[in-house]
């Protein structure tokens, strides 16, 4: 949002409702980058936009202070915001219940 709100002078409702959400079910990580060799930046940006949630599904985690690992669960390539790609970690307490409801 800072980053939005720095570059525009506003911040957009659809990004202050998404960077305002449920904190406590999920995390999500925002990355963006810059680059002063075009062809380098031309190849960035397209491996952002064509990878899915398949991409880094089981290389891609946040590791807890106990040790476990938390995997991404959902990623959204760039969408010409100020956000970039998105990577979705759900909370550790999320995932205790929906393993709880499958049993």
Do not use: W
Request: hydrophobic share 35%; with cysteine; aromatic share 10%.
């Amino acid at each position: 949002m800072r980053q939005e709100h720095l570059t525009s002078g506003k911040t957009s409702d659809q990004l202050r409702f998404f960077a305002d959400g449920p904190s406590e079910t999920r995390i999500v990580i925002a990355v963006t980058f810059d680059a002063n060799d075009q062809c380098f930046g031309a190849k960035v940006t397209h491996a952002f936009s064509t990878a899915n949630t398949g991409v880094p599904k089981n290389s891609t985690y946040l590791e807890l202070k106990n040790g476990k690992r938390v995997f991404v669960q959902q990623y959204v390539p760039p969408q010409g915001n100020v956000l970039g790609a998105a990577l979705l970690f759900f909370r550790a307490s999320r995932m205790k219940s929906q393993c709880s409801e499958r049993t």
